[in-house]
């Protein structure tokens, strides 16, 4: 099937890490998030073995938590030995209740307040991704107040656009993240926060885009600012520590999208890294990287009960679950693609045209447009896999649906990481 953690059992259904989807449907009720722990573990080590075997001493991968956050998801990377990446104090909440080791975190964000500021040194986190000159001078004034020198880097554009492999000089300088090394404000800003004293300038982020497949795009990103690593060194004689290339690397959501070896990826991209520093003559700092997706993404899937299946004579068929944009806004706002499948008929001949849509009152609410599925009748299990990035970390509550549960399956049982949301949670903040 599409990734190795699913399969399906003598009774014809769907299986996630061995274990029955139908079952746990008929345990935990629908909608429900399930996640293979096992995957987001093999996953993580994946980064964290060829980043320690091809690339630098000290480099290493860095949850990106927008993609997935939950308490137990932290325990389960840092004990892997990820560091993470947050961007708002909301997750940098999460991760200090989960016990994270916060000096292995990296603090994003293109607005952070002058409270998140204050919040995040209080907190400890190890390094600020500094997006700004405003907050430069904020997280100067502050750490200077706490007494304390904060790490930081500074986030660049390298202007990028990783979909066409070029090098566009205009389109990705213009975005709201970080500053532009081609219009000279990069270096400006570096030669400013050398001269601050209550921070510490380690090193450069950039972040080029999401759904990547090939090292190349990074690569070519790495040679933009290794070239102004040098630069710099040569404007004031400043040595980089790190360089972190933010996240991106693409993952298998449909059949027809590639098959990515991750391991290959980070060998050839740590390759261009040691060719282009060495031709540079600059020493190789460490590298970080930022996967989001490519940790949790083929860890999850999503089920759903059929309600309604409706067909428009001379039009096409509606297939209705019990959730939808509330737990999945991905196709509603992206048109992702997805592989859906009716999960108590796993071994049965999809024959059937479908959309699938979601429960809300907007006609957007749609899952996916015009899969085939094996006949959908009400009761049945939908599935709809490849869903553990950017699913519940995007979920809302729209027309007042609560959030479905996060259930943990691992060797062979299942354990609940966030309980269903009820309609109490719904009113907690109602006066
Ligand atoms: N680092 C930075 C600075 C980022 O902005 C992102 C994603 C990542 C890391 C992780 O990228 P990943 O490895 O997950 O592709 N909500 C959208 C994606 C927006 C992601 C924005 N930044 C989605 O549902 O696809």
Redesign the pocket.
Known sequence: MLHTNLSINEKGHLCLAGQDVCDLAEKHGTPLFLMDEERIRSNARTYIDAMAEFMPEGSRPLL?S??CCFKKLYSIVAEEGMGT?LVSPGELYTAAAAGFPLENAFF?GNNKTDADIAYAIDSGVGYFVVDNREELDSVNETAGKKGITQNILLRLSPGIDPHTQKKISTGKVDSK?GTAIETGQALEMCRYALTLKNVSLKGF?C?IG??IFEYESFADAAEIMLRFIRTLFDDCGFTTEMLNL????GVRYVESDPIIDYRENIKGLAGEIKRICRELSIKEPAILM?????IVADSGLTVYSVGSVKTITGYKSYVSVDGGMPDNP?YA??E?DYTCLIANKADREPDFSATVAGRCCESGDLIQEDVMLTRPERGDYLAVLVTG??NFS?ASNYNRIPRPPVVMLRDGESYVAVKRETYEDLLRNDM
Do not use: C, N, T, V
Request: aromatic share 16%; net charge positive.
């Open positions: 990106a927008k993609s990446d994003h993240f982020h972040h999401s759904q933010g996240g991106g690397f930022e996967p989001g997706r490519s991905r706002l992206y992702s990035a950017y995007m």
